[in-house]
């Protein structure tokens, strides 16, 4: 199989590049494998001390790594283009450069992820995006599409494989011991027969069509991580077309310095000819002058608009102090220079071509950096921050040795593949055997058709020492000599039929009130002038001793209806003694509740204990109604007692509970006869509640909207589907080739 | 009647859960103030009203007092829906919110979970202080993006974040229009104590190294029926908290009205134009209390700087 001429002389010229491994090869492994070490280095830092070492802060969340994300994924692009575009158009020429693009493609949707997860704070956690995933999330769905895309392109560059695969089965290479048994396992006993050819042909086929919308939603997805934002500069519908275009364009780019570098280091002059620079070139700036006008719609229409935020980020772009520059070169040079690179003829030649793409790779790194950082340093409201590394990013040497290290590992994959399988196809396939004709007609016409804070930390130190100052004046005052004179308040309290005393014992320091913890109160009840020691308690963290006045104190009737308490505070430390009186008479409330034509009423009656244990109807006595909240109590009202009674409206306009129950609170206050006295009473007059909201599918919920859900599974299984046929016919090829 | 000795969730349901008019006992401020000190086994009882207007006596410590545990924070606290009211017309940047704030979360002094802004609208306006929550919104786009559920939306309105969840991704941080969310970029060096607590979403505490926080709105102070820090610390009453459900908020001095002091104060949210429907609300700045000028008290000059340069003050 394979007779023909031009596979032999490929064969030929492509085995030393397996079987060979130069000085220079070795010594670039050494310095790509340092390069790499040191980035490992950088993160096991970053890991280690968190990402407080990196540039990134509170503000600029992301940087350098997310940059390297998008222009990974980018350049994956060129797999995408090349290999499913050319391939379905049979464009006779992309069979020399076609493996190089996806190898680019898989080696960068490779690398290109895991920047994304040096962005990520705990790689512990990894796991919960399968265990927890919410696929509401734009970044669920890059991880969905981005392992789908890989997987599509890993078996794309396979099945372009199996051909040469077979061909080196047949041919051993040389100082390859492991590499030979793969090679003819890999081969799936591939034999050329006409069965087999026709099976390859079409899922061939059939992935790169498969492979051209999966690649333009993944870059989509990418871009939408950015689009879904509330933020000036994404949140933009322009962004995902814009995103699929720079990712091509760079794309291109990065595979035209690709050819251009294995053309030189293994001498493919007779393969890669000016006509794959030339084509390749045009290609290029196509793309580029598209990308140039998505610029130039997107930031024109920001401008014109003029909104506010969106102003303040384009201030920083053209801001010669800030991004100027570096917006001129991503957006000017890096589109202008390859279009009169290419255009010009002048200029035109494989050298220049392969600079001219250079120039735009970088050009669009730097244009995702621009995309990123100037956003993000211009939140909405004003970036309040005296710490200068908050304010604005810059990039620390744990990134840049990672982002190198990415660069290095690009290189060092691609070296390791090309010496495993050449690094263009050993097989023509028919089309291909009208190329050299085809060039020189064509192409020369094509080509003249085609021309035409610092001091932040100050102002935290005061405010800790004011809190150091607070939290230690009680002891700091100790030292002082002078004893502190404190305050001890006695309160009574008629809560639901309990008697209560309440003390509050506090200290004036440094003009300011303070309760005093841990301190013995002694409650005492005077009778006939003979204080008798009821109960000592200890005071709580808000100053505050309580005591339940037992039932028989009460019932003894006091002094004709008046009881006198006392709570004193013998003193501790640098605190003097203190003391307080209360004395109170009786009163009981009584809340009803009456519906009269006039609407609903809450009634009160007001008794006082009079002499012989009988209760009398108070004359004058101001009483406030209060509905319980949850921290505080509401006012709803107040009325005087007169003979005994009083009534306010029922607030019915105020929630109660579902079924409209409601309290209602009728309470006398800092009494200077009574106390504190409270009555209560619940009915169900109050505003009802509205039931508990249902659990529903959104955005911001648990479960997505179910149109997401059933997108998601169609999408996913049309794509997975095919993979699965391809997988398939792979082993149907394998089962052919047994006879 | 019959002591109920369910489990705190269940009597939640029950109580809290259903009845709007919790602490019945006494009226929820006296009650906490006169009670032992808090998170101790209590022995003491308080009454719940139930949904049919029945009174059941509980021990207190089955109704608050414990924060809520991972799975149990996303629930919400049943029949609630806490809002926020600043006054603007009494806010002078004295930042006792943020201390007191710091103080309880046990933030690093750089941390801070309410923000300062000296705003002013145009340059023929006044300018006005602006302290600034997370706005705890109500269609929340940290919520959405969030690629794990680790921030969640409560049926009480409450954005919280599961620190043993969160993987640092910071995407929230990006969305947040807000600038709320702060990530704790290393590991946070904590008082002892602090960092052997049991970690709850509703205390956020001990944060954790590679996630993101921010301002939980205190649930953990809502079981108790207590006020956050931020509410408690103001000394000119400017923050109200409260329960929308039960239609009252309160600065710790006054309580009011929800629907009243939004109506005639003609209060807003801030950015309603960007959809996000806030849980905070602002009175707007009129009447003041106090001239911007005094924010500037206590302040570095640098920082005094700053401000001047973010609200266009020219002198």
């Known amino acids: 199989m394979y007779e023909d001429e031009k596979t032999q002389q490929n064969l030929y010229a492509f085995k030393p590049q397996l079987e060979k491994m130069s000085n220079w090869g070795i010594a670039l492994i050494v310095v790509l494998v340092t390069v790499i070490g040191f980035g490992v280095y950088a993160l096991y830092i970053q890991i280690v001390d968190g990402h407080i070492v990196t540039g990134m802060r509170d503000n600029v969340v992301w940087g350098l790594y997310i940059v390297n994300f998008i222009f990974f994924i980018g350049i994956s692009y060129a797999g995408a283009l090349i290999s499913g575009i050319l391939h379905l158009l049979r464009v006779p020429w992309r069979t020399p450069i076609i493996r190089m693009a996806e190898m680019i493609t898989v080696i960068s949707t490779m690398i290109g992820p895991a920047y994304i997860l040096l962005c990520i704070g705990r790689l512990d956690r990894l796991p919960n995006l399968l265990l927890f995933g919410r696929i509401q999330s734009p970044i669920i769905w890059d991880v969905i599409a981005i392992t789908t895309y890989l997987s599509g392109s890993i078996i794309f560059l396979y099945l372009a494989m199996i051909r040469d695969l077979s061909i080196l089965r047949d041919n051993p290479v040389k100082n390859a011991r492991w590499r030979n048994p793969i090679y003819k396992f890999l081969s799936v006993r591939y034999k050329d027969t006409t069965k087999q050819k026709e099976i390859l042909n079409v899922s061939t086929d059939l992935l790169s069509i498969v492979i051209i919308p999966l690649a333009i939603l993944v870059h989509s997805v990418l871009a939408w991580i950015f689009g879904m934002t509330l933020r000036p500069g994404w949140h933009s519908t322009i962004f995902a077309p814009y995103f699929v275009i720079a990712a091509v364009y760079s794309g291109t780019g990065v595979l035209i310095v690709v050819m251009w570098v294995f053309r030189k280091i293994y001498h493919l002059e007779a393969q890669i000819t000016k006509i794959h620079f030339n084509y390749l070139g045009i290609i290029m700036i196509i793309l580029g002058a598209l990308y140039g006008y998505f610029t130039f719609s997107e930031y024109l229409t920001s401008w014109y608009g003029s909104i506010k935020w969106d102003m303040e980020v384009l201030y920083r772009l053209f801001n010669p102090h800030e991004y100027l520059a570096l917006f001129v070169f991503a957006v000017f040079v890096g589109v202008l220079l390859p279009i009169i690179i290419v255009t010009v003829p002048k200029f035109r030649n494989i050298n220049s071509i392969a600079f001219a793409a250079a120039i735009a790779v970088l050009a669009l790194w730097i244009k995702r950096y621009l995309i990123i950082i100037p956003t993000l340093e211009s939140p909405l409201l004003p970036l309040h921050d005296l710490r200068p590394e908050y304010v604005k990013y810059s990039a620390t040497w744990v990134e840049w040795a990672l982002t190198f290290a990415g660069i290095a590992l690009f290189i060092l994959l691609f070296y390791l593949f090309s010496k495993f399988i050449p690094i263009m196809p050993i097989v023509r396939t028919g089309e291909e055997k009208d190329y050299s004709r085809l060039r020189k007609i064509v192409f020369e016409k094509q080509m003249k058709k085609v021309i035409k804070h610092h001091n932040k930390s100050d102002a935290a130190v005061t405010g800790m020492m004011i809190l150091l100052l607070l939290s230690f004046t009680p002891s700091l005052m100790a030292q002082d000599d002078s004893k502190i004179q404190p305050l001890l308040k006695l309160e009574y309290f008629h809560i639901d039929s309990v008697n209560k005393l309440a003390a509050t014992l506090k200290a004036k320091v440094d003009g300011k009130f303070l309760p005093l913890e841990d301190m013995e109160i002694a409650f005492k009840y005077s009778q006939g002038g003979n204080l008798t020691v009821m109960n000592i308690s200890t005071t709580n963290d808000k100053g505050r001793a309580s005591f339940d006045i037992p039932e028989e104190i009460i019932a003894s009737g006091g002094d004709k209806g008046v009881y006198l308490f006392e709570a004193s505070f013998a003193g501790k430390g640098n605190y003097e003694s203190a003391t307080g009186r209360n004395s109170m008479k009786p009163l009981r409330l009584e809340l009803s509740f009456s519906q009269k034509e006039g609407g609903k009423m809450a009634n009160l009656k007001a008794f006082e204990s009079g002499p012989d244990n009988q209760w009398i109807p108070v004359e004058n006595l101001d009483v406030v109604f209060y509905v319980p909240r949850t921290f505080s109590l509401l006012k709803v009202g107040q009325a005087s007692v007169v003979n005994g009674a009083a009534s306010v409206e029922f607030p019915t306009s105020v929630p109660g509970n579902q079924l409209g129950y409601l309290t209602l609170l009728a309470k006398v206050e800092d009494n200077e006869t009574y106390g504190n006295v409270e009555a209560s009473g619940t009915i169900n007059w109050g505003k009802p509640l509205p039931a508990d909201k249902i659990l529903k599918r959104g955005l911001g919920d648990t479960n997505a909207p179910l149109w997401m859900v059933y997108t998601l599974i169609v999408l996913l299984s049309l794509v997975w589907f095919h993979y699965m046929y391809v997988i398939y016919t792979v082993f149907r090829i394998r089962y052919l080739g047994k006879s | ?315």
């Open chain 2, 1 to 315: 009647m019959k002591r109920r000795s369910t489990n705190r969730r269940n009597f939640l349901r029950l109580g809290i859960a259903a009845g709007a008019t919790a602490l019945i006992a006494s009226g929820g401020s006296v009650l906490s103030a006169i009670s032992a000190p808090e998170n101790k086994e209590t022995g003491e009882k308080i009454k719940l009203l139930t949904p049919d207007g029945k009174l059941v006596e509980v021990d207190k410590g089955h109704v608050c007092c414990q924060p809520a545990g991972n799975l149990e924070a996303r629930q919400g606290l049943p029949d609630k829906k806490m809002v926020m009211v600043i006054d603007l017309a009494k806010c002078r940047n004295a930042r006792k919110c943020l201390q007191g704030c710091q103080k309880m979360h046990h933030l690093p002094p750089h941390m801070e979970w309410i923000k300062f802004y000296l705003l002013r609208d145009s340059e023929e306006m006044s300018p006005y202080w602006f302290p600034k929550p997370c706005l705890h919104c109500n269609n929340p786009p940290c919520v959405k993006v969030c690629p794990v559920g680790a921030t969640f939306k409560r049926t009480d309105g409450i954005v919280l974040i599961d620190n043993d969840r969160c993987i640092g991704c910071k995407f929230c941080m990006a969305a947040c229009p807000y600038s709320s969310r702060v990530f704790n970029w290393e590991e946070p060096k904590l008082d002892k104590g602090v960092d052997a607590a049991a970690y709850s979403p509703e205390t956020s505490s001990p944060p954790k190294m590679g996630t993101v926080s921010k301002c939980d709105f205190c649930p953990d102070m809502v079981r108790k029926g207590e006020l956050p820090n931020c509410v408690k610390s103001c000394p000119n009453g400017v923050f109200y908290y409260g329960d929308r459900n039960e239609d009252a908020v309160t600065n710790g001095t006054d309580t009011v009205r929800f629907s009243e002091l939004i109506d005639t104060r003609a209060a807003y949210r801030f950015m309603e134009e960007l959809g996000t429907e806030p849980s905070v609300y602002y009175l707007p700045a009129v009447d003041r209390a106090f001239d911007y000028k005094e924010g500037f008290e206590g302040l570095s000059e640098e920082e005094i700087t700053l401000y001047k340069k973010e609200a266009n003050i020219t002198e």
